[in-house]
């Protein structure tokens, strides 16, 4: 089924009516990017199923290229004079006035299969059994400890249609799930009072919460964050070794490699990695892919906000400049080809090269060997986030590590921010675990006021040498 | 799903959407609707890059039943969708937990006449887009006359045009109109691998106040180039200067730390200081819903309470927090009108002028960091910890001297209060959050061993 063709019956005849007047000035390609959305969410806080929200999004984004530029229009309502207007708006771009281009037939294109688990899905599922397990993580949370004195806990799940339609006659549409459950706790000693927070999900349906990490468990983990900052010191300052935890570090991938290497920083030439392709910029031990098709993952999709087909995407092989990703404008322009990273944070943006899944593949060592390796050092074990500008100087927030000591995990300590270039740190990556896992499923990737759904992963990771932005 | 809107316009759509959902068994219900225009267009090196033009509309309701509330949003403006939402939060309000802070606020006994604020300006509503693409041509031509200045990421020019419709079940009416332009460059300076880069801009609810081409690429190319062939100092505990831009990124941090919907939760290191002195008395921090032209400004806020002046530190005395009408009930507080959505967003929030003027305070400084730019998140409320990548310029001897680069500050927003030492003469309302120069006696700078 189709969603806008059951509910708002539009088919091929209206796209190629709206293309042939996007085309109308002389742009030299069009398209059409119809979504609708619906979303869910709930609150549970101070004890109580504070509320719960429901909403709905619509609408129909035109894009026209006229040379290397590019016009968009958007409109939520769907009717025929609209999305004419939009498709007047977006066509503007050809400043010129050319000759009317036509658009060709629309042909049905292909789309992934097995990326989405649909057996239970999330927008279908009855409100009550929702509730009941953000119930469950919000009760193990707070009796994880006496010391847990607020918890608040939240649902969003959703779903988006999509259907894309362009005048090279590509037309493809794709149904994405979401489901995301998370749980933030504060923990009270004395005047000390932290945080923690924990989440899972993916697009999938409920049954995630029966097969991976279980609300409780999600609950749990979320207490015990916090609890286990009351007791921790101030994080060093200064440059030292740091090992970062596999999962959650694969941030500092996603900063310091994956935004380098999206193919729209490489056509504008501000990327530091532009004139890097089959250099050398890391160890041996830095091979970097980015995977949209990872099945029931964050980041994944079964086909790419402009209709192409994603494909896992090597980056860094082996410490040399391998690959970009790309959308179709930066596609086009570069003479390389499609890899399916076209991405929309929604139909009122144009698509820009994002990362899905971005990870750092294993490596030889053992986990437990790295940290007996080190003899006075960091070890970064939760993450809240990171920023990277396209210099490669890049930042990422630890909100929990320990230090190493003499081999040996030891004391826990808080909140650092970690900073590098990126090519110092990739060149100092010296062991990498065997051990390669993803983050919590709760990412969000921000990028010209873009958000998009994201995961990252990596294995145990050292880094020899790195600045560390602690208090003490 | 498409049907054209209701004859009558968005005012009686909403009305009629109130009372729908009073038929449907709300027994207090608000439903608000935006409708906006809006352009855009970026060009780099010299040529049109984006170019967007749209009108969007949305509408967002709450409805409580018996002390539960539900939420419902929509961009699809059809009775269907609407009715068919509203029947869905009405049954999904059963299913939440009463809760005696919820509900509507009392109407207004003096509501704010929009006029007041001045906040649209027809020269921005009737402003041909072939001058905005002219606007950011010159902006990034200017910029790029500079010989140091490689690359460019582009310059943008963005106008806004909405109307805001707010009515509920107690009787609230009410209606705005609001513009924005903005114009801004983001350069790259360096010819190695050895990247500078920053940005300026100018963002106004009137044309007339923006910043010209001129000077707004004059300060992106000083901004930028200043930070070519940085340094990267030794770990120390320093002063540090923060420039008007950082000041108002510490400004956002103070501001997450003092709604009451923090305080009630415990999620911020500022609950229960209430009428103590939390800093010395030569900061005054207020919140400004009124102020002229301001790009916080409003009528009222998302539920229909009048914007206020609201002096939030005085003379360094926490004298209130910043509240929407749940967060007030919670914590025994009035509203401040400062509802944002479901949370507590600011109005014109900023820090008053001090005495000094940027250049007395750097040279108050023998050895310190004027902070320039940050990078990262780094914030944590619940603590006041603050820890982010850093970017500025070195002080040696009250002097400019160097830039710096690849090194973190670190501290908690608590003590940094208390050690504020100096305050700028030069505050200037380039955003709804905003706050002039301000040197902090102490922070940790992590750099090299």
Known sequence: MNIFKDRLSLGPAEYEDVLGVALSRGGDFAELFFEYRSHTSILMEEDILKETAESVSLGLGVRVWSGEQTGYGYTNDLSPERMRKAARSAASVALAGGEAKRSSALVPGRSLSGIYDQTDPASRADLVRKIELVREAYDACRAFAPEIVKTKAGWVDLVQHVTIANSEGCLVSDVRPMVKLTCAAIAEKGTVREYGFSGGGGRTGLNVFAAARTPAAIGREAAEEAVRLLEAEDAPAGEMPVVLAAGHAGVLIHEAVGHLLEADFHRKKTSIFWNKMGERVGSDLVTIADDPTIPASRGSYAVDDEGTVPRNTRLIEKGVVSGLLTDRLSARILGRDLTGHGRRQDYTDIPIPRMANTYLAAGPHDPAEIIASVEKGFYAERFTGGQVEDSGKFTFSVSAGRLIENGRLTRPVKQATLIGTNVDILNRICMAGDDLAFGLQTGTCGKEGQDVPVNDGCPTLKVSMMTVGGRS | ?449
Request: net charge negative; glycine share 12%; proline share 6%.
């Open chain 2, 1 to 449: 799903m498409n049907a054209p809107l209701p004859s009558g316009g968005l005012k009686e759509l909403v009305e009629k959407t109130v009372r729908l959902s009073l038929a449907c068994g709300a027994e207090e219900v608000e439903v608000g609707v935006s409708d906006s225009v809006e352009f855009g267009v970026d060009v780099r090196m010299g040529e049109i890059e984006n170019l967007v033009e749209a009108g969007t509309r949305s509408m967002g309701i709450r409805i409580i039943k018996d002390h539960r509330t539900a939420y419902a949003g929509t961009s699809d403006l059809s009775t269907d969708t609407i009715e068919r939402l509203i029947r869905g939060a009405v049954r999904r309000a059963e299913l939440a937990h009463p809760d005696p802070c919820s509900g509507l606020p009392e109407p207004p006994a003096s509501p704010i006449d929009p006029s007041s604020l001045d906040l649209y300006d027809p020269a921005v509503s009737a402003l041909d887009p072939r001058t905005k693409i002219a606007m950011a041509m010159e902006t990034e031509r200017i910029a790029l006359t500079d010989h140091r200045i490689g690359n460019s990421h582009g310059a943008s020019c963005d106008t806004h045009e909405g109307c805001s419709i707010l009515a509920n079940s107690r009787g609230f009416q009410g209606e705005y109109r609001k513009t924005f332009i903005g114009l801004n460059v983001g350069l790259q300076a360096g010819e190695t691998d050895d990247l500078a880069e920053d940005f300026w801009f100018s963002s106004k609810i009137h044309l007339a106040d923006l910043a010209s081409p001129e000077e707004i690429a004059r300060k992106a190319v000083a901004r930028t180039v200043r930070l070519l062939n940085p340094r990267k100092v030794q770990t120390q505990r320093v002063p540090v200067i923060f420039d008007p831009q950082m000041t108002a990124g510490l400004l956002g941090f103070l501001f997450s730390c003092l709604t009451g919907t923090a305080v009630y939760q415990k999620a911020t290191f500022l609950a229960g200081r209430l009428g103590r002195r939390i800093c010395p008395e030569t900061l005054t921090v207020v919140d400004d819903g009124l102020l002229p032209r301001g790009l916080g400004s409003s009528p009222f806020d998302s539920e229909g309470v009048p914007s206020q002046r609201t002096a939030v530190i005085e003379n360094g005395i926490l004298k209130t927090y910043l509240c929407n009408t749940y967060a007030g009930r919670k914590i025994g507080l009035p509203s401040t009108g400062n509802a944002d959505g479901g949370g507590v967003g600011p109005g014109n929030f900023y820090l008053s002028a001090g005495s000094f003027t940027p250049e007395e305070i750097i040279r108050s400084t023998p050895r310190g960091l004027y902070l320039v730019r940050t990078l990262g998140h780094g914030l944590n409320p619940v603590s006041g910890d603050l820890s982010r990548g850093a970017f500025g310029l070195w002080i040696e001897s009250g002097e400019l001297a160097y830039p710096v680069s690849e090194i973190t500050i670190s501290g908690n927003l608590g003590e940094m209060l208390k050690g504020v030492e100096m305050i700028g003469d030069d505050l200037d309302f380039f955003g709804s959050v905003c706050g002039p120069t301000l040197k902090i006696a102490e922070m940790q700078i992590a750099g090299r061993s």
